[in-house]
């Protein structure tokens, strides 16, 4: 099946059967995300994936109830970085540098320019730029499980500040920004499954400009 035909297969699941995705599916979903773009590189977010089924329930009972949040397989959560630190900037450039083994001027100059915008901006505005970049790992986790033939459910409908607490983010300097249940659907249980999926035109969404 081709990328497109499964990105049709694919749909927001609205009742999962609580089957165990295999391990190695679950590698491949997650390393989609990790090599998704961000800005700067920086990356700034972490995954936390939850198979603890009472830590599940707890999280279901603060997501609108929402079913598959606890009969998911692994629920990936995508927690950003609550601000932009000096430490955590210096910590991607100082990664690239170390991984390419050299240093060079231009990178440093915009390590250098990072450095004197971002730790002084709110940390509300960083947080949401840090989440902007956590969205793109997001649609990049979709797109691979849709090609895995595993089920997903982008959330938003949770309570952010009742996540955080529960895993303890706050702690860590993080926030959660979305949820994303992966799993297996239970189609006999789901009402969405058998209906068409709807987008609006081509013509509507893309302008060619020659
Ligand atoms: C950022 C985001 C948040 C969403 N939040 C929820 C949610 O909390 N619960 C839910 O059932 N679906 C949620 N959805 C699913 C959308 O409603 C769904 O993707 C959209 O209607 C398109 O349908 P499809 O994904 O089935 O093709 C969310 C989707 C996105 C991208």
Redesign the pocket.
């Known amino acids: 099946m081709e990328l497109l035909d499964k990105l049709q297969w ?5 009742a999962m059967n609580g089957e165990t995705v295999p391990q190695e599916k679950i590698d491949r979903i997650l390393e989609a995300a990790r090599l998704a773009p961000t800005s700067s590189g920086l990356q700034p977010f972490e995954i936390m994936v939850v198979t603890n089924q009472k830590l599940k329930d707890k999280i279901k009972d603060v ?2 109830n ?1 079913s ?1 949040v606890s009969d998911c397989s692994h629920l990936l959560v995508f927690a950003a970085w609550d601000t932009y630190t000096e430490d955590r900037i210096n910590y991607m450039f100082d990664l690239t540098n170390e991984i390419r083994g050299f240093k060079n001027e231009g990178w440093e100059n915009y390590r250098k320019q990072l450095l004197s915008t971002y730790p002084f901006k709110e940390e509300e505005v960083n947080f949401e730029h840090a989440a902007r970049q956590a ?1 793109i790992a ?2 990049m986790a ?1 797109a691979a499980a849709a090609f895995e033939k595993v089920d997903t ?6 309570d952010t500040a009742a996540v955080d607490q529960i895993l303890g983010l706050r702690e860590k300097g993080l926030r959660s920004a ?2 994303l249940p992966v799993g297996m659907r239970a189609p006999e249980e789901d009402w ?1 499954e058998s209906l068409t ?3 609006k035109s081509t013509e509507k969404m893309v302008t060619v400009l020659d």
Request: glycine fraction near 8%; avoid cysteine; charge should be positive.
């Open positions: 694919r749909y927001a699941t609205k997501a609108w929402q598959v969205y997001f649609g979709i459910t982008p959330m938003e409908g949770f979305i949820l969405l999926k709807v987008r």
